[in-house]
């Protein structure tokens, strides 16, 4: 059984009161895991606990090597250019009083390319997008070369090709290079397609976890938004695609 790269043992989180039971889940390297939950269940919160950015209320979060953290948004003191913001990924391989590397430079310049964002270098990171932004802090998360890569909302808002961009990326990280990959997200068709294991956060402090394609059962997404959310199969060129679909009904 390989270890664990990303591991909570009976982790309680939150601000002054746990938000759930106490949580015990793993991510191994190689594999993406997602959490999944509705708004205001501590979805970030958990992320900053497990980054290390928040103190745990009981339990332990054990982390074998660096954590690679993309935040739902960043909002800088100065105009930086995106290659800037980038660069900073480099800081903990930057000696105290030393000044980034060539090769810092040219790791920099490899993660901007491996998002398409190459072209974008000398641009403010204020004048972009909320899509741009956020590819620029993957990017900025690739740079600092990691084993673990933790992700809130990565896809939120990116446009339709970039959302495929980022999955191929992402599965690309951990099938290819053995990074372990924690990412957040309300789209329960984006864990279908891309995550291992999912956490599921539900109401009354509860929670599951396990392989996604038992998590996601359409009882269990309902347990989760109350909303009616459909699993539909579609084969395109020679692949079947697993899609949950939720069953909107505006009328009141």
């Not at 106490?22 to 993406?32: R, S, Y």
């Not at 909302?153 to 495929?164: K, R």
């Not at 998590?215 to 459909?230: F, G």
Request: glycine share 10%; proline share 5%; charged share 20%.
């Amino acid at each position: 059984m390989t270890a664990a790269t990303l591991e909570a043992r009976r982790l309680e989180y939150g601000y002054g009161e746990p938000l759930f039971r106490p949580l015990d889940f793993a991510c191994a390297p190689g594999e993406v895991c997602a959490i999944l939950g509705a708004n205001g269940r501590g979805k970030t919160t958990l992320l900053h606990t497990l980054a290390g950015v928040l103190p745990a209320l009981g339990g332990e979060v054990r982390a074998m090597g660096g954590i690679g953290f993309v935040p739902q948004r960043f909002t800088p003191t100065f105009s930086y250019r995106v290659f800037d913001i980038v660069l900073m990924g480099r800081a903990g391989h930057v000696g105290l009083l030393h000044m980034p590397s060539r090769r810092d430079e040219a790791i920099t310049l490899e993660a901007l390319d491996a998002l398409g964002i190459g072209a974008l270098a000398q641009r403010a990171f204020p004048s972009l997008s909320g899509g741009q932004q956020q590819l620029v802090l993957i990017a900025r998360a690739l740079a600092t070369r990691s084993n673990i890569l933790v992700l809130d909302e990565p896809m939120s808002a990116l446009d339709l090709f970039n959302q495929q961009a980022v999955m191929r990326l992402i599965r690309r990280l951990a099938g290819r290079e053995g990074v372990s990959v924690l990412f957040t997200t309300h789209d329960p068709s984006h864990a279908s397609l891309l995550a291992d294991n999912t956490l599921l956060l539900l109401p009354g402090r509860e929670w599951l976890h396990g392989a996604t394609r038992t998590v996601l059962s359409e009882e269990n997404l309902k347990r989760a938004y109350d909303i009616v959310v459909k699993r539909v199969d579609v084969d395109h060129q020679g692949r079947r695609h697993r899609i949950l679909v939720p069953l909107f009904d505006p009328r009141d």
